[in-house]
């Protein structure tokens, strides 16, 4: 068959991630890795999500380095950018746009009852702005922009998602089916990685440097950091993430890169201590990170590549996005010469 109608029987799927630290081992489970598993089935989108990563206090050149470094490794991961559009959210001028009609459509009430706004301006209490309030509307805009079907993403994602189908589906109510309803592609098991240094919270790319794994540690890294993970006082393998949150974590994470389930883990180390979890584990991630930070290595060298496959990628990210948006526009009463 040919391509362009492959493409028109394919459904779309559409995810991002923030360029606001190092890509996590948490960030690779949770979410890039289901972007490789999914990728051949739908027409598919994978964004770097600059805007998002503005709601909290950054350095610019960080920033920058950040965000050509996600695109490189969404592509050493095994996202073609040629079969894919991959780029950047802040090159399609459209994402902004939307939002702010989206914001029009979206109750203070709603947005309020968001957890990651919770959490990020208790942690954040200095710089609680507008931005990371309205979070959630961007990034409705940036699914429902490429009329997306699926969105794969961790289950942190998941209030975000519902707000995003309830947006759409409001403003569908009032001006016909402008919108396609999005839906979750969330992993059951493994869904959510925890810290290293506190196993009751999610692993994350803004916290401490010993809390997470980098997909592009070095391997002495790696070991370093899992041998100082948290555990417990006991001594017995189990997979109980109630009353062992750093062991199952550890366990979690095992099963995750050899495919497995974290009890068929606790069951082949039976009678080794938490030392031998820990190695265990450390050589697993770092043997699944191995082939993805080689070909990382190279792309990164040439930037000139890279800058070519976000000009052009934009470029047919825009004339999606467009279609939506002078839709919207019209649907809403601007007037259009
Ligand atoms: P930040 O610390 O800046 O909030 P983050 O590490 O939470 O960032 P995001 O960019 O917000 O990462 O998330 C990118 C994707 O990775 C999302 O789909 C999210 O659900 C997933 N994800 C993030 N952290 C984890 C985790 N610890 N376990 C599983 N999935 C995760
Ligand atoms: N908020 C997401 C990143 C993100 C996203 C999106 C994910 C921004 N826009 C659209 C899926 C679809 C996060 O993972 N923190």
Avoid at 17 to 40: D, K, M
Avoid at 87 to 99: F, I, M, N
Avoid at 140 to 151: E, R
Avoid at 247 to 274: D, F, H, K, M
């Amino acid at each position: 068959m040919e391509q362009a109608q492959q493409q028109t029987l394919k459904k779309n799927l559409f995810s991002a991630i923030q360029p606001s630290g190092n890509i996590t081992l948490g960030n690779y489970v949770g979410a890039l890795r289901n972007f490789v598993l999914l990728h051949e089935d739908y027409n598919c989108l994978f964004c770097v999500a600059d805007l998002h990563a503005l709601t909290l206090r950054h350095d610019p050149a960080e920033l920058r380095r950040n965000s050509l470094s996600l695109i490189a490794l969404y592509i050493a991961c095994g996202l073609d950018p040629e079969k894919n559009i991959i780029y950047c959210q802040s090159h399609v001028p459209e994402h902004a746009q939307l939002s702010w009609v989206l914001n029009c459509f979206t109750y203070m009430g709603e947005l309020s009852r968001m957890t990651q706004f919770k959490d990020k301006s208790q942690k954040h209490a200095d710089n609680i702005n507008a931005g990371l309030f309205t979070y959630p509307v961007l990034m409705a805009a940036d699914i429902l922009l490429y009329q997306t079907h699926v969105v794969p993403v961790g289950v942190d994602q998941k209030q975000h998602l519902e707000i995003c189908r309830d947006i759409a589906g409001r403003f569908n109510g009032i001006y016909g089916d402008v919108f396609t309803i999005p839906e979750g592609y969330i992993p059951k098991s493994t869904a959510k990685i925890m810290s290293l240094a506190d196993p009751t919270r999610k692993m994350s790319k803004s916290d401490g440097e010993d809390s997470y794994v980098a997909v592009l540690d070095a391997p002495d890294v790696i070991r370093r950091k899992f041998k100082r993970a948290v555990t417990d006082s006991e001594a017995d393998i189990r997979f109980d993430p109630e009353n062992k949150p750093g062991v199952s974590n550890l366990l979690s994470i095992l099963a995750a890169v050899r495919n497995s389930t974290p009890e068929a883990e606790a069951q082949a180390l039976q009678g080794l201590g938490y030392g031998a979890l820990k190695e265990a584990t450390a050589e697993a991630v770092i043997d699944t990170l191995r082939p993805i930070q080689e070909r990382y290595a190279e792309l990164i060298r040439d930037k000139d590549a890279l800058n070519q496959i976000l000009r052009t990628n934009a470029d047919r990210a825009h004339a999606i996005a467009l279609r939506t948006l002078r839709k919207v526009y019209k649907k809403i009463g601007l007037y259009q010469p």
